[in-house]
């Protein structure tokens, strides 16, 4: 990839939290619990999803740049929002966990030699990830969601409304 790709990337990266932010911030919090089904996630949860995904890419960037060739654990999403209970955490909480975890991992991508991009971890169900490969999950990751908070916003406002008779 090229320099100019690569440093692109890096900001959206490093933009996240502050993108995460400006989404919430126009979505209101009393519809944050609303599922637009039982199978899916809220915005709440997902904001939690958001937070352990960044704890599991602080290691998983660190691991690439400090012990290439390393495995990586993986885990299951969803067993992680039923058993750990992503309904009763608080969101704030970790909103800011998460923006000190990327603030973190920004700071060290901005600066890495050339040669460090293509080191890699093990992924036991991905094979070798680079970390141009993981900047490219990760970068987009965010994103994604906010695209699916949106969803869900428009879902819960044009859910029908009971009729007051």
Not at 104 to 112: G, P, T, V
């Amino acid at each position: 990839m090229s320099n100019m790709g690569r440093k692109q990337k890096v900001e959206r990266y490093g933009n996240a939290h502050h993108e995460l932010s400006e989404t919430l911030g126009n979505i209101p919090r009393e519809m944050w619990l609303y599922k637009p089904s039982p199978n899916q996630w809220s915005i709440h949860e997902i904001i939690i999803h958001l937070a352990d995904s960044e704890a599991n890419g602080y290691i998983r960037i660190r691991k690439a740049i400090a012990e290439p060739g390393t495995s990586i654990m993986v885990y299951n999403q969803e067993i992680w929002a039923s058993r750990l209970g992503y309904i009763k955490q608080s969101p704030d909480e970790l909103l800011e966990l998460f923006k000190w975890l990327r603030a973190s991992s920004y700071a060290i991508l901005r600066s890495l030699p050339e040669p460090v991009w293509q080191q890699a971890i093990l992924h036991p169900e991905r094979g070798n990830l680079t970390l141009e490969q993981l900047l490219d999950i990760y970068a987009n990751h965010v994103p994604k969601h906010i695209n699916q908070m949106k969803r869900i916003y428009e879902q819960w406002r044009l859910r029908p409304q009971p009729q007051n008779i």
